[in-house]
């Protein structure tokens, strides 16, 4: 059984910050790729930051400056700190860990969890 708990989702003011946290929990034998994902409320499901096991970082174009993903492989645990925020940043952020479980290997998603930018 493999768990992605994600925290630190919430409610802030335009021009804040937030920092995200996923753990990757169970029988995982290799966490690959991590990354973020976000909802917004009638929109399609988008990407946010992916960062590699070798630590190769990729960002949408909307979030690049603003937001630094980062990881630790000792904890199997992926960050997103989220800077100079802005009300269309409002989504449900969504962990995803590709990761190796015996011989095999898949996509892995968190609950979600809910960031809120408004004033």
């Known amino acids: 059984q493999v768990q992605l708990v994600e925290s630190g989702g919430g409610l802030v003011q335009p021009g804040g910050s937030l920092r995200l946290s996923c753990a990757a929990s169970?029988?995982?034998?290799?966490?690959?790729?991590m990354g973020w994902y976000r909802q917004a409320p009638g929109k399609q499901h988008e990407l946010v930051a992916t960062?590699?096991?070798?630590?190769?970082?990729n960002y949408a174009d909307s979030v690049n400056g603003r937001f630094t993903i980062s990881r630790d492989n000792a904890k199997n645990t992926v960050y997103l700190q989220m800077n100079s925020l802005k009300p269309e940043d409002t989504a449900v952020y969504y962990c995803?860990?590709?990761?190796?479980?015996?011989?095999?290997?898949?996509?892995?998603w968190g609950q979600g969890t809910q960031v809120t930018v408004s004033s």
């Open positions: 995803n860990a590709h990761l190796q479980i015996g011989i095999s290997r898949g996509d892995y």
């Open positions: 960062i590699t096991g070798d630590g190769i970082i």
């Open positions: 169970g029988s995982i034998f290799t966490v690959y790729a």
